[in-house]
Nanobody, 122 residues
Framework: VQLQASGGGAVQAGTSLRLSCANP????????MGWFRQAPGKEREFVAS????????YYADSVKARFTISRDVAENTVRLQMNSLKPEDTAVYYC????????????????WGQGTLVTVSS
């Protein structure tokens, strides 16, 4: 397994969760990494991305100011801190390694973790 996502769970609205995406084999060192999510019956959508250096980030408007993507180079892990969670944030969250193209499109990522479920109740 090249990407291992973890940290999902069932929480109340307004609370926080932190997702992690580990790359134990260091296969994607220096890659742009992204988080996507897919709610039941909906298409997979972009959440956030971070550059290989960790200095540049980009967020979907729906999560801006609530979610923070970060990168721990030493641990080869990308994290997604999710604050002020809303019921509409409920989805399976996936981390992925970018392979080419615009960061917001799933087709631009060739390598995906297994997903971690986040359920937010009101």
């Amino acid at each position: 397994v090249q990407l291992q996502a973890s940290g999902g769970g069932a929480v109340q609205a307004g609370t926080s969760l932190r997702l992690s995406c580990a790359n134990p084999g260091r296969t994607f060192t220096g890659y742009v990494m992204g988080w996507f999510r897919q709610a039941p019956g909906k298409e997979r959508e972009f959440v956030a991305s971070i550059s290989g250096s960790g200095r540049t980030t980009y967020y979907a408007d729906s999560v801006k100011a609530r979610f923070t993507i970060s990168r721990d180079v030493a641990e080869n892990t990308v994290r997604l801190q999710m604050n002020s969670l809303k019921p509409e944030d409920t989805a399976v969250y996936y981390c992925a390694a970018h392979s080419g193209g615009a960061f917001i499109y799933p087709d631009s990522y060739d390598y995906w973790g297994q997903g971690t479920l986040v359920t937010v109740s009101s």
